[in-house]
């Protein structure tokens, strides 16, 4: 069963940072892209960062361009997402979803071409 969880969540004041982790398991980890999509309240699913499974390519979304970073260590089956600067608009629910490939087309960066799993998600709330 293809399982993803999430973790390192939480309350971080305006400017924090914060380091999220998603642990895989039943799937070609290596073979998957792997992204990162959020939703706050009253506001549509956001897919903001991507990562290729082929040469690590990475994408984001102009949103969190220059503040997040994805990262992902196949041997450990873990995707990370660091999150620097962080803005009150950042707070949501963070999910990591794996699929087939990043979307390199501009309008849409830092998306998953597919969604395909995803996990239950962690919250991020930035307030001081």
């Known amino acids: 069963q293809v399982q993803l969880v999430e973790s390192g969540g939480g309350l971080v004041q305006p400017g924090g940072s914060l380091r999220l982790s998603c642990a895989a398991s039943?799937?070609?980890?290596?073979?998957?892209?792997i992204g990162w999509f959020r939703q706050a309240p009253g506001k549509e699913r956001e897919g903001f960062s991507c990562?290729?499974?082929?040469?690590?390519?990475?994408y984001y979304a102009d949103s969190v361009k220059g503040r997040f970073t994805i990262s992902r260590d196949n041997t450990k089956n873990m995707v990370y997402l660091q999150m620097n600067n962080l803005k009150p608009e950042d707070t949501a629910v963070y999910s990591c979803?794996?699929?087939?490939?990043?979307?390199?087309?501009?309008?849409?960066?830092?998306?998953?071409?597919?969604?395909?799993?995803w996990g239950q998600g962690t919250q991020v709330t930035v307030s001081s």
């Open positions: 039943g799937f070609s980890f290596g073979r998957n892209a």
């Open positions: 979803a794996i699929g087939n490939l990043c979307i390199t087309a501009a309008h849409a960066m830092g998306h998953l071409t597919t969604y395909d799993y």
């Open positions: 990562i290729s499974s082929s040469d690590g390519t990475t």
